[in-house]
């Protein structure tokens, strides 16, 4: 009987285990070339950008130009390319004319309102659509995406008609109430939080004891916090250059901000200069808006773009 020795020196057997080595052969890498690594833009990024830059603020400089100016000089061959030096009584004439004041403090109740509305709605919507079942619910949500197809001129005269016989003519509830809830807005929120919310929070807080208004408060509402933020934008933006409603809905005396400049451009010959400084102010609360609150809408943008 042959006996097998074992050939193992004594360091070999006493060695202490450590941490693997890593293969670095080539074929071997476990990550791409270049994986990870910040590619830099070129010229041609820098100058598309700097095109497209340009291209979208110029309307606002010119705006600034002709509100700047006088009739005679903004009819000038060529036309001025900078801004002059009457802006201020400009500024004046059109919220004289058109009773600015008032028309901003309306368009700002009907704003607030159907944004505030919208995102309440649509995020319940979007929620029950998207994550409750229930009888019908595909039926309901091809109806829902079926409106968005209806052009809006189609429902101006019996929305005209239902708003009279309520007793709302010319008044803010006529422009506020039929657009208390988007389809879009239902589509949106459905949409994102159909990724965005996963079914094990809703199940955990039905293990904790919430109920529906309980999960909808603590648990819907942080995790679409980024898509109302958007939606809330859109919708606000939306609101506010809205004419064609109010401007049959409403009377001539108590106008939203862009019937009111509407006015200023009903004459026969209108002075474009006091136009523009009208779009003007009706412009800077929005940039005021988009000022404030950027950060948090380019963040709901982003988060709805990456995934993973």
Request: hydrophobic share 30%.
């Given at each position: 009987?042959?006996?097998?020795?074992?050939t193992a020196t004594a360091p070999d057997r006493h060695r202490v285990p450590g941490p693997a080595v890593r293969d670095v052969r080539p074929g071997r890498r476990r990550f791409k070339p270049g994986a990870g690594r910040q590619h830099h833009a070129?010229?041609?990024?820098?100058v598309a950008l700097a095109v497209v830059g340009i291209g979208s603020l110029f309307p606002l400089y010119w705006t600034l130009v002709t509100a700047s100016r006088t009739q005679d000089e903004v009819l000038d061959t060529p036309p001025p390319l900078l801004p002059g030096g009457n802006l201020l009584n400009n500024l004046q004439a059109a919220w004289e004319q058109a009773n600015l004041g008032k028309a901003i403090v309306n368009t700002v109740i009907v704003s607030a309102s159907i944004t505030a509305a919208t995102l309440l709605f649509c995020t319940l919507a979007g929620y029950a659509f998207a994550k409750m079942r229930f009888r019908g619910r595909g039926a309901l949500m091809t109806a829902v995406i079926a409106t968005l197809t209806i052009p809006p001129q189609l429902s101006v005269v019996p929305l005209f008609m239902m708003m009279s016989d309520i007793g709302w003519g010319g008044q803010l509830e006529s422009v506020i109430f039929p657009t208390l809830v988007s389809a879009f807005g239902v589509f949106f929120m459905r949409q994102y939080l159909l990724e965005a919310l996963p079914?094990?929070?809703?199940?955990?807080?039905?293990m904790d004891g919430a109920n529906n208004l309980r999960i909808v408060w603590s648990v819907v509402l942080p995790v679409a916090r980024p898509a109302m933020m958007v939606l809330g934008m859109l919708t606000f933006v939306q609101a506010w250059n809205d004419f064609f409603w109010p401007y049959l809905a409403l009377n001539q005396q108590d106008p939203t901000l862009q019937v009111a400049l509407g006015q200023l451009s009903a004459s026969y010959v209108p002075d474009q200069s006091i136009v523009m400084a009208g779009a003007l102010i009706s412009t800077l609360p929005l940039l005021v808006v988009f000022v404030i609150f950027g950060k948090q809408i380019v963040g709901g943008i982003m988060s709805g773009a990456v995934k993973g």
């Open positions: 009987m042959t006996t097998t020795t074992s070129g010229p041609f990024a820098y079914y094990e929070l809703i199940e955990a807080g039905r």
